[in-house]
């Protein structure tokens, strides 16, 4: 079997208030054959500007627990550059974490589309209020 398609989504933390709460959503994910998490990087920045990236191998155990138990196929791959693109935009005391992961439930697909000289033309992600809208009505 191939690759899945790959993702990076960013999610911020406003307040620099990240708590590691959604590692365990995260760990159910990969449990499950869902996604295989190929790196993860923390960017803060605090409230003078000053920014910090801190890579999952060089968590404090005290600060993060929750996230010492994802394992990454690629550490490193989220690197520097990431980091800088992400602090740019990010504001004055706040905090992100990019998580880079493969689709591994699409994995057989992808195969199946590539075999058949099939190609991505684009993947289209719908906001989760637009969806809410549509399927619960106004």
């Known amino acids: 079997m191939g690759v899945g398609p790959v ?3 960013i999610i911020g933390f406003p307040g620099n208030r990240f708590t590691g709460r959604i590692a365990p959503a995260l760990m159910d994910l990969v449990e499950s054959g869902i996604v295989r998490i190929i790196d993860l990087l923390f960017v803060s920045k605090d409230a003078d500007g000053v920014t910090t990236t801190i890579e999952l191998a060089d968590l404090d155990p005290d600060a993060g627990p929750a996230f010492l138990d994802v394992s990454v ?3 490193g791959a989220l690197g520097a550059e990431d980091a800088e693109e992400v602090a740019d935009d990010l504001p004055p005391n706040s905090s992100a974490l990019l998580i880079a992961f493969e689709n591994a439930w699409a994995a057989e ?3 199946a589309v590539r075999a058949a000289d099939g190609v991505l033309i684009d993947s289209i992600r719908i906001p989760h209020d ?3 809208t549509a399927l619960l009505g106004d």
Request: hydrophobic share 50%; proline share 8%.
């Open 130 to 132: 637009v969806v809410e």
């Open 109 to 111: 697909f992808a195969d």
């Open 7 to 9: 993702d990076v989504v």
């Open 73 to 75: 196929t690629s550490p």
